[in-house]
Nanobody, 129 residues
Framework: VQLQASGGGLVQAGGSLRLSCAVS????????IAWFRQAPGKEREGVSC??????????YYKNSVKGRFTIARDNANNTVYLQMNNLKPEDTAVYYC?????????????????????WGQGTLVTVSS
């Protein structure tokens, strides 16, 4: 299983970025995909997740990004996108996409990254004030 995250960069506060997570090596439609982020000196935290097609591609967001971030999946291209609008300096972090294996691989979990088995390499988002 491989995940390839891309799309990070430097943007001013109020700007937008779109992150991509290209996934291979699994049945993409059956898998929930999540985005986590890790700011300097902090633990990795869940940002957003989209469940499998079978679970309706339901979406979940950390409270602080609701209304600003949108997650979507492109099942034809095995890619998940995270559209980030109205970015704030506190959004600065390395963003990782991840997925789980096993019985719960099709549903979302954002409370902890402990259950995630596969990660992309991370993409840095820097928001200047």
């Amino acid at each position: 299983v491989q995940l390839q995250a891309s799309g990070g960069g430097l943007v001013q506060a109020g700007g937008s970025l779109r992150l991509s997570c290209a996934v291979s090596g699994l049945t993409f439609g059956n898998s929930a995909i999540a985005w986590f982020r890790q700011a300097p000196g902090k633990e990795r935290e869940g940002v957003s997740c989209i469940s499998s097609v079978g679970f309706g591609a339901s979406t979940y967001y950390k409270n602080s990004v609701k209304g600003r971030f949108t997650i979507a999946r492109d099942n034809a291209n095995n890619t998940v996108y995270l559209q980030m609008n109205n970015l704030k300096p506190e959004d600065t972090a390395v963003y990782y996409c991840g997925t789980r294996s096993g019985a719960y691989s099709d549903v979302c979990a954002l409370v902890t990254d402990a259950s995630y088995d596969y990660w992309g390499q991370g993409t840095l988002v820097t928001v200047s004030s």
